[in-house]
């Protein structure tokens, strides 16, 4: 076969129209060689090649007579030994950590191991099984594909409402999806689909992780699954599973006619990602990709014995940012899948593990001004889960400017006052006016905080208000899996009222937390579901169930069909109003050309809240947000106005008569939301114009909102 020296840069299998170019960094490798497979038999090696061209610690051949559709993978030489970090074992055959996509899953067998399964010394002793049966291979893609014109929307982030989903359990059930199609990228992007996400008005879907991930050996065994798919082995592949179709490379011409698709209606793709660590785990874990490729270079491996990993993230490794070429494979990953794939942003999982230099989180990180002087990345939208597993690590309202994060106290505290806890209204005002406490200092706005009441990790909120422990026993491990953080949870810590029945109590804590998160400052986060009251049976950890638990179920009942009807009416308002919205903090003063203060706070009396009022551990709060006081203007200069609004706040168990503010003369106030009421607004507007300076019953367990007239 014909061969070329080629290039050592871009790293990865490049076709060029002619033919392609391999490139693959290995700092301690002592020969690498290059394996092509015949499109007919996976397991056996068409070719072996040894690369014989080095510049800058990466190997590279070019190849003129290889086409898209060439199946490959590398054999990586250099020393076995774990103690010294070492994990070489040429019998392996390897992930190109750059492939665009992979042939299939892995196949578990003792082969897939660099060490010998059951020998004395653990992992020492190494394996010399040929894998090549077992793993997935790289494929050659050809990146042609027309794009019209589509590129990124770039939707203002005051005016993004993100809908968090996973891509092959919102549509494996639906009955309007073709059967090919359901659980794909393509089932993602059919009419009915894209029609409910317009009809409930999101403007992003932040999709569970996509990039091609390992199924845990352990689940398999117990018939389970890893699910949810943070377990990632290739950073530039679509995941196989979710495409409808099984050609060689042609998982990613559908993702990109997905996103073209979703932009085409006005929707962003986020995706999460998982650079915090990859899907080989710990000292013990297969042999895959990075481990035999360069295991001291990839990896963060203990200081003082280099044999084991640090763990920051509980998954048995972390990846070593700190490593230059490590850095780079998680940055060019970033740009493919903007330039390439067109996706609009990021959620970086456990995103605290990428920003740590030598042990503590650093806000100085590399990573972070790497990104910062990125002319591609720092215009997309990037959203940190905030925290990660080891010391330190819980960062929340710490990543720098540029950066959204995961609200993890706005979710903590709106579930405690909902509760019923007392004490909270302090911590209430911080969360419903956009946390400044958390990011103004640093000069970060409310669009910081990504509000969310639930996520795919927990209780759907359905569950949320429905059971006070977890439900996992279908994961195999009796309910010790899965977060106790939540499981205090009551629908009322005091019980119900003597005429309010749990299953009503129920509905109307679905709509208090929508409702509360959907008119809060900041950016709205909506678990996929909630609109519609998925349940998932209890279970607060379903990573490993592909199945009904985690499906959605489309055959709506009258009061799920009424939770669409209310969450619609809150997006609605949500984008409409400019007051909910704001890109700046409110003042809590009155702003030049108003009669009123942009923000007030009010106690059931009626009257702005004093310092004895915020310290008397009342349950009830009032805030009336001035439209005509957001001191902002539009992209042309223009100035914004609004309607004043009031919300109105009950965590007790009782009804409270609340004073309606009286700021103007001959105010009036019209009712547009009150969750003691039905869903139906038919039902609101009944009731007549109130005025100001007269009490309005306030339902025990209930939020209301007024509008000035």
């Keep these: 076969m014909k061969m070329w020296p080629g290039r050592p840069y871009p790293l990865g299998a490049t076709w060029d129209g002619h033919g392609v170019n391999f490139a693959l960094f290995s700092e301690n490798a002592t020969m690498v060689e290059l394996c092509l497979f015949g499109q007919q038999n996976q397991e056996q090696e068409t070719h072996r090649i040894r690369i014989e061209e080095r510049t800058d610690q990466v190997w590279h051949v070019y190849l003129p007579e290889i086409r898209p559709g060439q199946m490959y993978g590398y054999r990586v030489h250099g020393p076995y030994d774990p103690q010294a970090g070492h994990r070489f074992n040429a019998s392996k055959l390897l992930i190109d950590p750059y492939a665009k996509a992979l042939t299939g899953v892995v196949k578990w067998s003792e082969a897939m191991f660099g060490y010998r399964l059951g020998d004395s010394g653990g992992d020492l002793a190494i394996d010399n099984q040929n894998n090549a049966g077992n793993v997935p291979k790289g494929i050659v893609i050809d990146q042609a594909f027309t794009w019209s014109g589509d590129c990124l929307l770039d939707i203002p982030w005051e005016k993004t409402v993100i809908y968090e989903v996973h891509v092959k359990g919102f549509t494996m059930r639906h009955p309007e999806v073709p059967d090919d199609l359901r659980g794909t990228y393509a089932g993602l992007a059919s009419p009915p689909i894209i029609e409910y996400l317009q009809s409930l008005g999101v403007t992003a879907v932040e999709l569970l992780p996509v990039h091609h991930f390992v199924n845990d050996n352990f689940l398999l065994e117990r018939n389970l699954t890893n699910y949810w798919g943070y377990n990632s082995v290739g950073f530039f592949a679509p995941d196989i599973r ?414 409270v008569p609340f004073t309606l503010p009286a700021h103007k003369k001959r105010i009036r106030w019209e009712l547009l939301i009150d969750t003691s009421l039905s869903c139906d607004p038919k039902t609101v507007r009944r009731i007549k114009l109130m005025k100001g300076g007269h009490p309005y019953t306030l339902s025990s367990r209930g939020f209301v909102l007024l509008r000035a007239h």
């Excluded at 048995?316 to 609009?344: A, F, K």
């Excluded at 939208?381 to 010391?391: H, N, S």
């Excluded at 702003?591 to 004093?610: A, P, Q």
């Excluded at 439209?627 to 109105?648: N, P, Q, S, Y």
Aim: with cysteine; hydrophobic share 35%.
């Design 242 to 655: 979710y495409s409808a179709y099984k050609d060689l490379g042609r998982k990613v011409y559908e993702f990109k006619t997905m996103v073209k698709t979703l932009h085409s209606a006005g929707i962003e793709v986020i995706l999460d990602v998982v650079y915090n660590h990859t899907g080989e785990g710990s000292h013990l874990g297969p042999t895959l990709s990075f481990r035999g490729i360069d295991n001291a270079s990839y990896y963060r491996l203990v200081p003082d014995n280099p044999r084991y990993y640090m763990d920051y993230t509980g998954c048995g490794n972390t990846l070593n940012v700190r490593h230059p070429r490590t850095l780079q494979l998680i940055m060019d990953s970033l740009r493919y899948w903007v330039c390439e794939m067109h996706v609009d942003g990021f959620r970086f999982d456990l995103a605290s593990a990428l920003a740590r230099e030598l042990h503590d989180v650093d806000r100085l990180s590399a990573f972070f001004d790497i990104i910062h002087q990125d002319p591609v990345l720092s215009q997309v939208k990037l959203i940190a889960e905030p925290w990660d597993l080891g010391e330190g690590g819980y960062q929340v309202g710490n990543f720098p400017p540029g950066w959204a994060e995961w609200n993890g106290k706005y979710r903590d505290d709106i579930r405690r006052y909902w509760k019923g806890d007392g004490g909270l209204l302090g911590e209430m005002a911080h969360r419903l006016s956009g946390s400044s406490d958390l990011y103004g200092a640093s000069g970060r706005q409310p669009y910081a905080s990504i509000n969310f009441v639930t996520a795919h990790d927990g209780f759907t909120l359905n569950d949320l208000v429905s059971y006070n422990e977890k439900h996992n026993e279908a994961n195999g491990e009796e309910s010790r899996d899965g977060s106790d953080d939540n499981l205090s949870w009551n629908c009322g810590a005091e019980g119900p009222t003597d005429d309010l029945s749990i299953v009503e109590l129920r509905e109307r804590q679905k709509r208090n937390f929508l409702a509360t998160l959907f008119l809060s400052q900041g950016i709205p986060m909506l678990c996929g579901g909630d609109e519609l009251g998925r349940t998932q049976g209890g279970n607060n950890n379903a990573y490993c169930q592909d199945n009904e638990i985690s499906w959605f179920d489309w055959d709506l009942t009258k009061p799920q069909q009424q939770l669409f009807d209310f969450t619609q009416l809150l997006i609605h308002l949500k984008k409409t109003h400019p007051v909910f919205r704001r890109r700046r903090f409110f003042q809590g003063r009155r702003i030049r050309g108003s009669e009123v203060k942009d923000i007030v706070w009010f106690g059931s009396h009626g009257r702005e809240m004093t310092d004895e009022d915020w310290d008397m551990g009342f349950r009830t709060l009032g805030i009336r947000l001035a439209g005509d006081a957001i001191e902002e203007k539009g992209i042309r200069g223009e100035a914004i106005v609004d309607d004043t609004f009031l919300l109105l706040l009950n965590a007790h168990h009782e009804d």
